[in-house]
């Protein structure tokens, strides 16, 4: 399984940072594009579509981010839209962890699907966009939740039950802990203070996310990644909570020892279209 990971990591790598570091955006766009209707394929297999219909949900996904590519959507401003989509991951968000798979039950399939998409086709628009404002930003937002991942990890493991009784979320994500919850908001307080002290923004020419955030002032800039944390965590639980109702431990088997892309992307859906409000106003 390690060894399934590491090779389908490094196969990863091996086109996304090419595309990333492209003088030209397009080519990341069009990478994240098929990354994205790739996770609509998924999320229609999870709301028991049938395979022909999957497919038509995932290209109809692509189609979707390609003609909004051709229409111009990336190059112009879309504060409005950020809020909305940031508002509504908010809402939902707490609306499905409230309630549990039982209520995810209850929504029809065509609101699921259609929600679903437009998750995904925001995504795409927010993390390209991001791209566009430089690679600084994109990193910064992107490092923000492996931060959070990779402290929430570690601090579970060393510290989990030993400070709550309670789980985080126990009948959506049993090994999720308070403990690691609090050490991955930790982890991104101490990343921003560290990427503005370095100033890493200078040799790429584009303000990071902590450095548009700290120029509001430091303490929204504490509020902010804290807010992006918690986000982070919604989006992990959320689609947790749609593997638990669909009765699938992954999303997909497309990524080795990884699972799905929805399981590698599910902590950004929410992020980035939030980062983008919070970062481009």
């Not at 509020?223 to 999303?251: H, Q, T």
């Not at 997909?252 to 859906?269: T, W």
């Amino acid at each position: 399984m390690l060894k399934q990971r590491v090779i389908t990591a490094l196969l990863l790598l091996a086109v996304l940072l090419p595309a990333v570091f492209y003088h030209r955006s397009e080519a990341f766009a069009a990478v994240a594009l098929v990354l994205i209707a790739a996770a609509a394929w998924e999320w229609a297999r999870l709301n028991q579509c049938r395979p022909t219909t999957s497919l038509l949900v995932g290209g109809l996904c692509a189609l979707l981010c390609v003609l909004s590519w051709y229409a111009g959507v990336l190059s112009v401003p879309l504060h409005l839209l950020w809020v909305f989509v940031g508002s509504a991951w908010v809402i939902v968000g707490a609306w499905l962890l409230y309630g549990g798979a039982k209520v995810w039950s209850n929504v029809p399939q065509f609101l699921r699907l259609a929600g679903g998409l437009g998750a995904l086709w925001a995504a795409w628009v927010a993390v390209t966009q991001a791209r566009i404002i430089g690679i600084n930003f994109l990193f910064s937002v992107l490092v923000l939740v492996w931060v959070a991942d990779i402290f929430a990890y570690f601090f579970g493991r060393a510290l989990g039950g030993k400070f709550f009784s309670h789980k985080l979320a126990p009948s959506i994500s049993p090994g999720k802990t308070w403990e690691g919850a609090l050490g991955g908001m930790l982890g991104v307080i101490v990343c921003a203070f560290v990427w503005r002290s370095l100033d890493v923004s200078a040799p790429m020419g584009v303000a990071s996310l902590y450095t548009r955030l700290g120029n509001v002032n430091l303490g929204f800039m504490v509020l902010a990644v804290l807010f992006l944390a918690a986000m982070s965590i919604v989006g992990d639980l959320v689609e947790s909570l749609f593997k638990r109702s669909a009765g699938v431990k992954d999303s997909s088997g497309l990524l080795p020892g990884h699972g799905g892309v929805l399981d590698r992307v599910d902590a950004l859906l929410p992020i980035l279209p939030l980062a983008m409000m919070l970062g481009t106003v």
